[in-house]
Every structure is written in structure tokens, then in C-alpha cells.
């Protein structure tokens, strides 16, 4: 008990003095809590107000580092004195000081995982920093570039047509069927893009072999160039199913007129499947489109370098053009008039051949001495022919026309058989490639076009009847009945052929082919046919 009684005040003193520094304790770290919110609440509250301003010079820093350790220096803005930068590469080991606050203790580079106060809203910059990236660059007042996605190569969008643009560094390898794009070195990417298309206007055609385009990547080593040009290219075939005239017009000169016209002879041919007959068939159309030596695209060894080079064309409809989808808002009857001027045929200001002649003849000329207008009666070689073509002629004489009868052949002249064409008043034949001689009839002429049996009045119009209005000509259509086609004598009145020509269809396209285009010739009603021909005269004379 003696030894207890004098410890009891101490033990009290004690207690005292640890309550008081318990007490102190709490006090500080309520302190630090109050000052770090308040601090963390100020420092939120600038970097929303400034976020876009720092994520630009996050953007425009370079980012240093080390070459010793795995860390990455955080990035100093260019906005800082450049005294800084200079110390900084003196002493690339020297800490890097926190820009935002200097007097903040240094980045701990030795520990990296360890996350900095502002972690939240660094992440906040860089979600700033892809939304700028993202909609297409950072503008605010600075020297920054817009970075914009490339556009791609190829378009594979058309329902008709896949078309492939390359503007910059553009090699061709025409004896690997291939084209290449070669990015500048700050666009090449570690991926490489590639696109195989049907250099023609029908991208479906299986008689049309393809073409390459390929994009390089950084790892691809460009060919270097065997020749360079100023001028651009465009890639094209001229195979399919050409030969056939409609085809040729519908499939290669329409959308070649609609590639390249506007171009005004400053393009370059390089021809894939080139077809010699063709390029002497129509040199005058392929020599006006382009002021260049055409390339034998498949039989080409080197490297040719241009500055922009298409691959295919582009066409809108079957022997037809869009002019909202056209350079210049070209029509058909522009091409009309301008493969006319080509062949030196008569302005589109002169009148069809029948009035410019009587215009001409004395005031005191009779009727039977004017000329009758002219009709130029075409025969079919092979489908489709007119089996009773004597009997057709006379008729058409007998109505009051001079008639002059034609059975195309595929070496005929196009500069000579297109004077010919120009000098008619009327195109008569019927539904078939024949009639695409057309284009070199005059403003008002006519096209009387014979339609075969077989609900054949749609394909007919769509063909040839609405391109002729569209070029301003005059369409006429006469359908043959049932007994003036020889499907008749062949399968009788009965089969379905002859009775529901619309059962046929059904069955598919090829038996459509079948009866329609290919068995069916024609022998015309010459009694039934006279009405239409003095519609045709009445025209003539309005």
C-alpha cells in the first residue's frame, strides 16, 4: 500500500497527456482532410474549366523517355519557357517537376504503378483528347492539324458498278493486272488494304476479268517507277460482251463518256483485255475522250507512276445517264450531239433531212416533186431477222418513203455508216442492237421500233424507246400479234409460249431468252403495219 499511493498522481498525469495528444491528433487530420477536399474541389473545379486547353498541350507535346527505365515522363507542354526543355536534356535523369504545380514533390518515377492525386481527372483529359480525335481534330487557336480519316480507296456501294480513286502516288503494274497506292510516310500504317473489282460498268459480269488495288503498309516496298506522268489514268476493259453495239455503247462508250468527259482529253487509257477491232471501231470516240496513246494495260511490263489513276467505270442504267449522278449534269442527249460532232455530222440546229431538202426546192415546186422522207429499214442477220423483208420493203415504199435497206455487218464503217444514218428520217428495225444507231439520227428523226411477241414492250422501252426521247427523237413502237411471229407456226396457238408469254418469265430469264430474243424471228402484217407507218409520215410533216 506504500509503495501505490505516491504512483496514483503520475498515473493521472498521464492519462491527461495522452487525451491531449489524441486530441491534437484528430484536430490535425481533420485539418489535412478540410485542406486536401478543398484543394481537390478547386483543382476539379479549373481543370473542367480548362480541360480542353491542357488535353491541346498533352496533344502537342512530345512525350520523352528514358532510355534506362521502362516509365514514361509525363509530356511538357510547348507553352512552357524553353529553358526548361534545355535543362531537361542536360539532365535527362533529373526528375521531371509537376508543371501544374512546381512545387509539388517530383513524378515517382521509380515507383510508376503508383497513382498520382489527380488520376481521376487525367483520365478525364485523355477521354477529352479521343472525343477531339474522334470528331475529326483539335481547333482552338492552335497550329494543330485536323486529323482526318482517309477516304477509302474503293467504292463497292453501287449496285451497277465498283469504282477505285487514287490521288497521290499511284503505280500501275499492268502485267500483274494490279494498281497500287503508295500513302506519304506519314500515313503509312502497319495495315494494308486491298480491293479486287470488274474494271467495267457491270460489276457482276463473269466474261470481265479483275483488277488489283492494294494499298500499302509500312513493311511493303514500293516498285520503284520505269516512268512518271503528269497526266491521270483510268483503268478499264473492253472485253464482256462487247461486239455487240448495244453493248458496246451501253457498257464502255456511255460510261466511259460519263468518266472521262469533263476531263477534256487530260487522261491516259491503259486498257485491260484491250480488243484491237474495238479500238478501230470507234479510235475517233476513244481519240476525242482521251489526247494520249492508249496502253495495252495486260501486255505492259513497267511501272508507270501517275498522279491519280481510276480503276473501272461508272454507269448508271443500261444505255442510259443520270444527270444528277454526272459530271456537269451530262444527258443522253449530249452524247447524242456529241458523238455527232465527233463524225462531223450536222449541228443539232439543223432540221431532219426530208424538210432541209424540200426547204430548199423552188417555191413553185409540186408535191411529187419533193423528196420522200427516207427510211432505213434494218434487217437482223441472225435472231429477231424479218423473214418476209421483200414484202416489208414494198409496203414501206407503197406508204410514201424511200426506203434503204441495210443488213449490218460488223465491219461496216462507223464514220461511213453514220453518214448514212444521218441522212434518214426514220430508223426502223426491230428490238435489237441495230437500232443503236440511233445517235446519229437528227433532233426529231424517228425510231419505229418492232417489238417481238413476249410482253417484249418493257425491255423495248427501257432499251431503246426511252433513250430515243431522252435524246429527243421521236419513238414509235409497233408490236407484232401473235401470228406475225413464227413461235407461232412452231409451238401453235395453245402453248404457253404463244398463250402466256408471262408463264415463261416466271420460269426465269433464260427461258425468256430462249424463246423471245433467240428462236423468234418475225413476218410482219404489211396490212396491219400500214397504219403505224402514216402515223410515222404525219409526224414527219408536223
Known amino acids: 500500500m506504500g509503495t501505490d499511493s505516491p504512483a496514483a498522481p503520475v498515473g493521472g498525469l498521464g492519462a491527461k497527456s495522452t487525451v491531449r495528444a489524441v486530441a491534437q491528433h484528430h484536430q490535425a487530420v481533420v485539418g489535412f482532410l478540410v485542406g486536401f477536399f478543398l484543394v481537390l474541389l478547386l483543382y476539379t473545379t479549373l481543370a473542367s474549366q480548362f480541360g480542353s486547353q491542357t488535353a491541346i498541350g498533352v496533344l502537342e507535346s512530345r512525350p520523352a523517355v528514358r532510355a534506362d527505365q521502362n ?4 509530356p511538357t507542354s510547348p507553352s512552357k519557357n524553353l529553358a526548361q526543355d534545355e535543362e531537361k536534356e542536360k539532365n535527362p535523369d533529373q526528375a521531371p517537376v509537376n508543371e501544374k504545380n512546381p512545387d509539388q514533390a517530383p ?7 503508383q497513382a498520382p492525386v489527380n488520376d481521376a481527372s487525367d483520365r478525364m483529359e485523355e477521354e477529352l483528347i479521343r472525343e477531339e480525335i474522334d470528331h475529326g481534330g483539335i481547333k482552338n487557336g492552335t497550329n494543330t492539324e485536323p486529323v482526318t480519316p482517309r477516304k477509302p480507296i474503293c467504292d463497292l456501294s453501287d449496285p451497277r458498278y465498283d469504282i477505285c480513286d487514287i490521288s497521290g502516288d499511284a503505280r500501275t503494274l499492268g502485267a500483274n493486272r494490279t494498281v497500287l497506292y503508295v500513302p506519304p510516310v506519314g500515313e503509312l500504317g502497319a495495315d494494308s488494304q486491298e480491293w479486287s473489282i470488274r474494271d467495267q460498268s457491270r460489276k457482276y459480269l463473269e466474261y470481265v476479268n479483275k483488277v488489283t488495288v492494294r494499298s500499302l503498309n509500312a513493311s511493303q516496298t514500293a516498285p520503284e517507277c520505269t516512268s512518271r506522268h503528269t497526266v491521270q489514268a483510268l483503268v478499264f476493259a473492253m472485253n464482256g460482251l462487247t461486239s455487240n453495239p448495244w453493248h458496246d455503247f ?12 469533263a476531263l477534256e482529253g487530260e487522261v491516259q487509257f ?7 477491232w474495238f479500238v478501230d471501231k470507234y479510235r475517233l470516240i476513244l481519240k476525242n475522250l482521251s489526247r494520249y496513246d492508249i496502253v495495252d494495260f495486260n501486255q505492259d511490263m513497267g511501272v508507270r507512276c501517275y498522279p491519280h489513276v481510276t480503276v473501272g467505270l461508272r454507269g448508271h442504267r443500261d444505255l442510259g445517264i443520270d444527270p444528277t449522278r454526272a459530271p456537269r449534269n451530262y444527258t443522253m442527249l449530249d452524247f447524242r450531239l456529241y458523238v455527232r460532232e465527233i463524225y462531223s455530222l450536222p449541228s443539232a440546229g439543223v432540221d431532219i433531212p426530208c424538210k432541209v431538202a424540200n426547204s430548199a426546192a423552188s417555191s413553185g415546186a409540186i408535191a ?13 442477220g ?9 414484202e416489208i420493203v414494198a409496203a414501206v ?35 435489237g442492237a441495230g437500232l443503236t444507231n440511233f445517235f446519229f439520227l437528227r433532233t426529231n428523226a424517228v425510231m419505229l421500233q418492232v417489238v417481238p411477241w413476249g410482253h417484249m414492250e418493257h425491255p423495248s422501252m427501257a432499251f431503246y424507246g426511252g433513250p430515243a426521247r431522252e435524246m429527243r427523237l421521236r419513238d414509235v413502237e409497233y408490236s407484232i400479234a401473235a401470228e406475225e411471229s413464227t413461235l407461232y407456226d412452231k409451238y401453235g396457238k395453245d402453248n404457253p409460249v404463244i398463250s402466256d408469254p408471262e408463264s415463261i418469265h416466271k420460269q426465269g430469264w433464260q427461258f425468256g431468252m430462249r424463246y423471245y430474243w433467240i428462236e423468234q424471228d418475225i413476218k410482219l402484217n404489211v396490212t396491219r403495219l400500214a397504219p403505224t407507218l402514216h402515223q410515222v409520215l404525219r409526224m414527219l410533216r408536223e
Open 71 to 74: 516509365a514514361t515522363i509525363t
Open 107 to 113: 513524378v515517382n518515377e521509380k515507383n510508376p504503378d
Open 250 to 261: 451501253s457498257d464502255v462508250l456511255i460510261p466511259l463518256f460519263i468518266t472521262t468527259r
Open 270 to 276: 491503259l486498257v485491260s483485255d484491250l480488243q484491237p
Open 368 to 380: 411529187e416533186q419533193q423528196r420522200k422522207p427516207r427510211l432505213m429499214l434494218i434487217n437482223r
Open 382 to 390: 441472225r435472231t429477231r431477222k424479218f423473214v418476209n423483208f421483200p
Open 397 to 431: 415504199q407503197n406508204a410514201g418513203f424511200e426506203v434503204i435497206p441495210i443488213e449490218p455487218r460488223r465491219d461496216l464503217s462507223v464514220e461511213e455508216f453514220s453518214r448514212v444514218v444521218d441522212s434518214c428520217d426514220v430508223l426502223m428495225g426491230a428490238h
